[in-house]
């Protein structure tokens, strides 16, 4: 806590609008807490008296031991031993004050009602009983008899209560001072009477209301007339009782008749009078309790900032004994009670350090007990003067606020809170209202207060941040930190001050605050401009860019002012900053280049982890790059077309220092690869170069995000032309991305070109291979080789980076099998172990999905060669099949009937394993012979031959010039169903026109699968089989690869007689073509 804002004389501004009278808390001396030595002594016995002739029993808690209090009472008053001992002898030697009881008989409930309407006049006689105790542990255990009051206490020393009529529970309120000697030896003594007058039979006949009332009369028949009834007693021990008492007690009867005789509630208070100290003689007492309290508080207080603890305000056992004491002997009221502790605690409060709630209980104490009346003139302006000092104070440390209530302190809030919940529930009292007509509304007060305050807390800080050394640049300095304290502390208002002032007083402290700072900044900030001029020195425009950065900070508070009335001062700040902006630029791309070439020239191109592939200049040059946007964004220029010129060269600085560092870390890599003797260094400083780059190019296409171009778009929107922003900004990003792609490319081409070569070492030997080692066997070599080295790169390379390189040499190994299986046509095993080759590179390069995908696998390339190598890889046999799989295929997609029909019908007898052919007849066929007719008949071969060894072929009938030749032949060819069912098996229909001088000519060919003949499953048909009208087909004209590929097969006699049937007929074919139109 700042103790130093307790001290009375801290002089420091002053605000006296409103207040009472005009006067600052300055010029409003509260009385000092502190007494003169005379005072003090005085008081000092005063206190030492109400120890040393203490009454009644202790309260709860409060000290019992006299030798405590007096021991406590010499350290409050800072006595020496000597001087209590001869103070307290002093005491002693004083004369005793009369002790008196206090006594206030309240009320009677319950009692008994004795007249014959059933109520009573009740009346009390009460006195004390002196030199008489009253034995036993009750007060009324000795013999009980009428009349004890008029019996043993003398009549002058007798007092008599009110009579209330007809009531059983009267209510009197009436005090009565009763003196006595020794307490020891007094009892007090309250008999309740019922008054009896003298009544007429007829009268009380008339009073009759039941049996009871009859007996009553009769009874007062027999008794003395006018003689009053007892109704009960109590009888008290003074030495049983606590100084105050408050209770209800029960009426004690002289005989058993009647036990319940009801209750009555009796207050006692053990006084004095005529003591005999001197201040209790020359001063009021009210005035000596107050100097009492001020003395034990301001003891109180200071023994807990000596044990570095803040008072709470709650007093010691020993302080409340004393107060307790000295308030009741002097039977002080509640009232004067509380005023007594709100002047002493109000005074302590601006001297020393506590809670300011301790006067919210004084204070509602004044005001639940107020009259004017009973205060006498100069209480009145004792009170006013109270008030009016408090509320002076009050308003000091809410105008210093700031330097009072720290927030470095935690409980600082608290404390401002209690302190203005004090001021409001002082300035609500109806005292206040009475005693100081003339002051202005506390909420007008603590405004006026916080105004000046906030004006006298900027000027304080200007001069905190005055430079010792005159010039533009400490200037600035000085300047930023200044604003930069203003928003500070506004945040501060915002955050935790504001809600304070609305809670208490519905003031808006921020926005009062921001009122009076923003004009303040603004003459500020234009008179450094001014003299800044231009041009600037960078040094200069870096202070003057944390200056408007801060600027804006500042303008960004007033988006929760709760109101604003016209322009403000700080309104288009900027503008003042417009000559700066080169500078700032500038600064921003140098101080960039400097880091991007410092953190090239200490990369080693070493990989920061596992995980993380590249280099520490890469790390740097993203925070570089991310320093720019942050620039950018603390920048945010509000005019829009000035903002679009700024982010254009914000976005050209960032794409040239992209280029400059594609160009320093090659160069870096050179620089350290240059003395390598191992090749897998360099290889592994080239990876890292490339996914240093594409960090880069990741960095880069943030570049949008970061610089808020959507944003951006949208605020120049009606300044620019339509496409301008797409036509710069991702222009130059556009650019700098294929710049960057293009490096990355050009890397990533140099590692594949290294693995190219071994990739086409291993192809190479694969062909060489002896023939005795197995396909699987001889690609073992490639296929280990790409597995150190891909795992190698996808260990070195981020994921884009290696995918690239794996599509290059995926490409360049389609490449050299390609070339290697078109050396390798005539050799099938060779064709072969390419074709196991590929299936395994396949898998390698897919990586079960980690690497290459199937679209990027399966390409042109590819499929052509998986072709060229499945037929390549096939015997002669096989080729020959599939020869005659694609002439089914090409039959059962030809539909024109250009050349002609056969229509045949074919089934397969199970039974007898006989291939059963009706072939019916033959429909236009070409005209081949020079009459313009031909001489058709059809040859029937069962392929493919190696399929069929043992059948020969079968001719029909030859038809002399006839186009649409009827043959109704039928044919049959024992073979078994599995022959029929192997995948080419066909009966091949050959029409040939009939020469008799040459070689017959082809009219067409037909192909019908044996695979689909009815019957061939096993089950005989019972049905008519269905015809089947077959389109004449050519070969092809331009050569089969299929019969290109058995033909390089020299040594294979089959293959060549093939082929050379084939040719035979593609020969024949070509001399008969169809002319178009036919």
């Known amino acids: 806590m700042d103790l130093s804002r307790r001290r009375p004389g801290d002089k420091e501004g002053g605000l006296g609008a409103g207040l009472p009278g005009g006067l600052l808390w300055e010029q409003i001396e509260p009385p000092s807490h502190q007494l003169s030595p005379e005072e003090r002594t005085l008081l000092y016995e005063e206190a030492l008296y109400t120890v040393l002739h203490r009454l009644g029993q202790p309260e709860p808690n409060h000290v019992i031991e006299a030798s405590e209090l007096l021991r406590y009472l010499q350290e409050a008053f800072h006595a020496e031993p000597e001087e209590h001992q001869r103070t307290l002898q002093r005491v002693r030697e004083l004369q005793k004050p ?13 009692i008994l009602g004795k007249d014959v309407s059933g109520f009573s006049d009740p009346y009390c006689l009460l006195g004390i009983e002196q030199g008489v105790g009253v034995p036993g542990d009750s007060p009324g255990a000795r013999c009980r008899q009428k009349a004890v009051v008029r019996h043993t206490i003398p009549e002058e020393q007798t007092h008599r209560t009110q009579v209330i009529n007809q009531t059983l529970n009267p209510v009197w309120d009436e005090t009565f001072i009763l003196e006595f000697e020794d307490i020891a030896n007094a009892s007090f003594h309250l008999d309740m009477w019922d008054l009896d007058t003298v009544e007429s039979v007829r009268q009380k006949l008339g009073e009759l ?15 003395d007339k006018g003689q009053d009834d007892f109704l009960g007693n109590v009888v008290l021990r003074l030495q049983d009782l606590r100084c105050r008492e408050d209770q209800w007690y029960s009426l004690e009867p002289c005989t058993e008749t009647y036990p319940d005789r009801g209750q009555c509630h009796l207050q006692f208070q053990l006084i004095h009078k005529r003591r005999a100290t001197a201040a209790s003689r020359s001063q009021p007492s009210y005035t000596v309790h107050l100097h009492l309290l001020q003395q034990l508080v301001s003891h109180e207080v200071t023994q807990h900032q000596a044990g570095s603890t803040s008072w709470d305000g709650s007093l010691s ?16 009221s509640d009232f004067h009670q509380s005023m007594a502790q709100w002047l002493a605690y109000s005074r302590l409060y ?54 009072v209530f720290p927030l470095s302190v935690s409980d600082s809030p608290a404390r401002l809170q209690s302190l203005l919940r004090v001021l409001v529930q002082m300035c609500k009292m109806k005292a206040f209202g009475e005693l100081c007509p003339d002051s202005a509304p506390l909420s007008q007060l603590v405004t006026e207060a916080l105004r000046t305050g906030t004006i006298e807390w900027f000027h304080l800080k200007q001069q905190h941040h005055q430079p010792m050394v005159q010039g533009m640049l400490e200037a600035g300095k000085a300047l930023l930190s200044l604003v930069q304290d203003i928003v500070g502390d506004l945040q501060q208002c915002q955050h935790t001050w504001n809600k304070i002032f609305h809670n208490v007083l519905k003031i808006d402290l921020f926005s009062l605050a921001f009122l009076e700072l923003q004009w ?52 288009g700040f900027h503008c003042w900053f417009q000559p700066a902006i080169p500078s700032w630029l500038q600064k921003t791309y140098s101080v960039a280049l400097a880091r991007v070439q410092r953190a090239v020239q200490m990369d080693q191109l070493v990989p920061l982890g596992e995980l993380t592939k590249h280099s520490t200049s890469a790390v740097d040059l993203s925070t570089c790059f991310a320093q720019i946007s942050h620039t950018a964004r603390q920048l945010d220029w509000p005019d829009p077309e000035e903002a679009f010129m700024i ?14 560092y594609c160009s320093l870390i090659k160069a870096r890599a050179r620089e350290l690869s240059a003395g390598q003797k191992d090749q897998g260094q360099a290889a592994n400083m080239l990876c890292v170069v490339v996914n240093d780059m594409e960090q880069l190019r990741l960095v880069i296409g943030k570049l949008p995000t970061q610089l808020a171009w959507e944003a951006l778009e949208q605020r120049v929107g009606a300044v620019l032309e339509q496409g301008q922003l797409q036509n710069t900004l991702h222009a130059q990003l556009q650019g700098a991305l294929a710049g960057l792609g293009h490096e990355i490319r050009i890397g990533v081409r140099t590692l594949a070109e290294q693995l190219e070569v071994g990739i086409a070492k291993h192809i190479q030997k694969l062909v060489d291979v002896k023939e005795s080692v197995p396909p699987e066997d001889a690609i073992l070599p490639l296929m280990k080789f790409l597995e150190v080295k891909l795992c190698y790169m996808n260990t070195n390379l981020v994921q884009e980076n290696f995918s690239s390189l794996l599509t290059l040499l995926w490409t360049h190994t389609l490449t050299e099998l390609a070339e290697a299986a078109a050396s390798q046509r005539s050799s099938p095993l060779a064709s072969s172990r390419l074709k196991t080759a590929l299936q395994n590179l396949e898998i390698c390069f897919h990586a079960e999905g980690c690497g290459l995908l199937p679209e990027a696998l399966h390409t042109a390339t590819f499929q052509a060669l998986q072709r060229d190598l499945e037929l390549q890889a096939a015997s002669s046999r096989e080729l020959i099949r599939k020869y005659f799989c694609s002439r089914i295929q090409q039959q059962a997609e030809t539909t024109s009937e250009e050349l002609g029909a056969v229509t045949v019908k074919a089934s397969y007898r199970a039974s007898e394993q006989k291939l059963h052919v009706e072939l019916l007849s033959a429909s236009s066929l070409l005209p081949l012979d020079s009459n313009g007719s031909s001489d058709p008949f059809v040859q029937l071969t069962l392929e493919p031959r190696h399929e069929f060894p043992e059948l020969a072929a079968r001719e029909t009938q030859k038809h002399k010039k006839d186009l649409h030749p009827l043959f109704d032949e039928t044919f049959e060819f024992l073979v078994s169903a599995e022959s029929c069912q192997k995948a080419g098996a066909c009966l091949l229909l050959t029409v040939l026109d009939h020469d008799t001088l040459g070689a017959d000519d082809l009219e067409g060919e037909a192909f019908l699968p044996l695979c689909d003949l009815p019957g061939l499953t096993g089950s005989e048909e019972t049905g008519e089989v269905p015809q089947t009208r077959l ?14 590929l058995l033909d390089s097969r020299k040594g294979d006699r089959e293959a060549q007689v093939f082929v050379r049937l084939r040719r035979q007929r593609a020969k024949q074919a070509s001399q008969h073509a169809p002319r178009p139109g036919r």
């Open 317 to 332: 056992p020993q302080a409340a004994t004393i107060l307790f004491l000295h308030a009741t002997q002097k039977d002080l």
């Open 647 to 660: 982010t254009v060269k914000f976005v050209e600085d960032t794409c040239r220092l992209a280029l400059v």
């Open 98 to 110: 009369i002790f008196c009881l206090k006594a206030t008989v309240k009320q009677a409930k319950g």
């Open 350 to 403: 601006q001297s020393l350090e506590f809670p300011s709630g301790c006067l919210l209980h004084p204070i509602t104490s004044i005001e639940y007990q107020w009259i004017q009346g009973r205060l006498k003139a100069e209480q009145r302006e004792e009170l006013a003067s109270s008030f009016r000092s408090l509320l002076a104070y009050g308003l000091s440390l809410t105008r210093r606020f700031r330097s």
């Open 209 to 223: 209301t039941d049996l009871h009332g009859l007996r009553r009369i009769f009874k007062e028949a027999r008794k």
């Open 520 to 571: 303040l900044v603004a003459k500020r900030v234009k008179d450094h401009m001014a003299a800044a001029g231009s041009p600037m020195s960078p040094e200069v425009g870096e202070s003057l860019f944390q200056l408007y950065v801060s600027l804006k900070d500042l303008c960004q508070l007033q988006a929760v002012l709760s109101q604003r009335d016209g322009v403000l001062a700080l309104d």
């Open 1031 to 1044: 389109p004449l087909t050519y070969p092809t004209p331009n050569g089969d690869p299929i019969l290109q």
